[in-house]
């Protein structure tokens, strides 16, 4: 156990940084999970820490799976964990992992695909939405926020552990993919629920998601296959793409479901 009490041990800057700063991830090559369900969420999908991170008053009643985690442990007192955080209530651990690499997009695979959706709770609710219908991968377009960003990170609660990430992409590595592209759409295509009820819903695909304000861009948009409407008979102009996303990914397992 390492003991560290100045506020400007390169460690400490470094995790003040990659704890506040939405890109720094990126730029150190590493990620900050605080909080034990972030971390148990890691480990539970076999995640090695490179660093574990605890404040003081949590290092004498530590579990042993956080303390034998990660090959070195640091222990900070309980003012500079808070300096540290970017929560309200400093959750008094946490893991340093090697940041992933972008990887190669899997031709075959239940994808989402984000449009620049730029904020950071749309985008972690919708990759907890995909873990949970069953759609394994995600290919961030340039422009969405950052995956691995630690608003992200909290939105997405471990998602992002049982997911393919692919971030930074272009309209080149859609080409990549081999099953159907989806795009919602405010005026144009059928009704998602009467693609459902008469079964011509893929059950393998991507959906795209756009940006909050703008949609999906017209480049991408003409990449799409089948345009899809969601009913909205209540009049409002449209969803949060948030729950849209998880309107459409819900409908995609359940015409998955109904067919096996």
């Known amino acids: 156990?390492?003991?560290?009490?100045?506020?400007d041990n390169p460690l400490v800057k470094d995790l003040r940084r990659l704890s506040q700063d939405s890109t720094a991830y990126r730029k150190l090559g590493r990620v900050w999970l605080e909080g034990?369900?972030?971390?148990?969420?890691?480990?539970?999908?076999?995640?090695k820490p490179e660093h574990a991170v605890f404040a003081e008053s949590l290092w004498g009643t530590a579990p042993r799976e956080w303390t034998q985690a990660a090959e070195r442990n640091t222990v900070l007192p309980d003012?500079?964990?808070a300096e540290i955080s970017s929560l309200e209530s400093p959750a008094k651990m946490g893991f340093v992992l090697g940041a992933p690499t972008s990887k190669e997009v899997q031709a075959n695979t239940p994808t989402v695909v984000l449009d620049r959706v730029q904020d950071a709770g749309n985008v972690g609710s919708i990759l907890r939405s995909a873990s949970a219908f069953g759609f394994k991968q995600i290919v961030?377009?340039?422009?969405?926020?950052?995956?691995w960003s630690p608003k992200v990170l909290r939105a997405g609660m471990g998602a992002h552990f049982g997911l393919q990430l692919i971030e930074s992409a272009s309209l080149e590595h859609l080409q990549s993919l081999k099953v159907p592209l989806l795009g919602t759409d405010v005026h144009e295509g059928p009704y998602l629920h009467q693609?459902?009820?008469?079964?011509?819903?893929p059950q393998?695909?991507?959906?795209?998601?756009g940006h909050e304000g703008q949609g999906v861009s017209p480049e991408l948009m003409a990449m799409v296959h089948q345009k899809v409407r969601i009913a909205q008979p209540g009049g409002e102009e449209s969803l949060n793409v948030a729950i849209a996303a998880a309107i459409c990914l819900?409908?995609?397992?359940?015409?998955?479901?109904s067919s096996t």
């Open 195 to 201: 693609l459902l009820q008469q079964g011509q819903l």
């Open 36 to 47: 034990d369900h972030l971390c148990r969420a890691a480990l539970t999908r076999g995640v």
């Open 250 to 257: 819900h409908a995609s397992a359940t015409s998955a479901s």
């Open 140 to 147: 961030a377009l340039k422009g969405t926020a950052g995956l």
């Open 1 to 7: 156990m390492n003991l560290i009490t100045s506020r």
């Open 79 to 81: 003012a500079l964990f």
């Open 204 to 209: 393998t695909c991507a959906w795209v998601m």
